[in-house]
């Protein structure tokens, strides 16, 4: 039984961890919005609680799918593959719900997890490239890209260096990617990804955009995302913009946050 309460207490631990990380983000948000004179769309209550709703959802997501990164493939294809690239510290799973959504238009997906969490951004620049390397290679037609948060950074790293796969990639879509930074970076040192994507980061501002990399470029921001603000940094210029009111999980979990990924890559189905 002693395993049975050590197991236990390292739940409740775990728990105890993310929710005071997300007060600690949420406090830091209302207070940026504060300083900034913005409003808030929402309470603040009511936007922790639509957070952890959708932190389950995400731990819903992760029971389903880990192990399953590789292609879902319809009975009948319609339409371009779609790769899905996920975030800092998350992992492949975060796709399911859009995997499924993608899974019934007919088109096939696949996601990449790129561990470990604490490692340079050319580190998860290089994993990609590869993956996308391998990816194109088997497929005669184009691919879709879909990224959430850092993923979408991670994505312009290997395009503006590689033209020969951006000749490959017909559409892109980002889901808070912070395209110009997050506010949520400030006064968080060491880590190597976090100082990445701080505002005026060397390396954002020596990147070109997607939308001069990438044909179609359509960029998806929530109004109560307390990773990724201000709001305007995940709607990059040049791009097709979608705003919704959800969290930056909400991105990942909420319908119409899946639904606008469906309607972004749509004409990437056969007719």
């Known amino acids: 039984m002693s395993w049975l309460v050590a197991g236990a207490w390292g739940l409740f631990g775990a728990a105890v961890a993310v929710a005071g990380a997300a007060l600690w983000h949420h406090g830091r948000w209302q207070a940026y919005h504060r300083f900034k004179g913005r409003t808030v769309e929402a309470s603040g209550w009511a936007v922790l609680a639509a957070e952890a709703m959708d932190s389950l959802r995400l731990t819903a997501f992760f029971a389903r799918s880990v192990g399953r990164d590789g292609w879902l493939e319809p009975a009948e294809a319609s339409g371009r593959p779609v790769l899905c690239v996920h975030g800092y510290t998350q992992n492949g799973t975060n796709f399911w719900g859009i995997r499924q959504e993608l899974l019934a238009m007919g088109r096939p997906s696949r996601s990449v997890s790129m561990v470990p969490g604490v490692a340079s951004m050319r580190w998860y620049a290089d994993k990609l490239e590869r993956t996308l390397e391998h990816e194109v290679s088997q497929r005669a037609e184009a691919i879709d890209v879909v990224c959430h948060s850092m993923g ?55 990147l070109p955009p997607l939308s001069a990399l990438v044909p179609k470029v359509v960029t998806i921001a929530g109004t109560l995302d307390t990773i990724v603000y201000p709001l305007e940094s995940a709607l990059e210029a040049g791009a097709q913009h979608v705003v919704l009111p959800v969290g930056h999980a909400g991105l990942l979990t909420a319908q119409p946050a899946m639904q606008a990924v469906v309607a972004a890559v749509a004409d990437g189905a056969r007719r």
Do not use: F
Request: glycine share 10%.
């Open 152 to 206: 979408g950074v991670v994505l312009r790293m290997v395009l503006a260096r590689r033209e020969d796969l951006r000749a490959r990639v017909a559409s892109a879509v980002t889901l808070g990617s912070p395209h110009a930074g997050t506010a949520a970076a400030r006064g968080i040192p060491w880590l190597p990804e976090v100082q990445a994507l701080k505002r005026r980061s060397s390396l954002l501002q020596g």
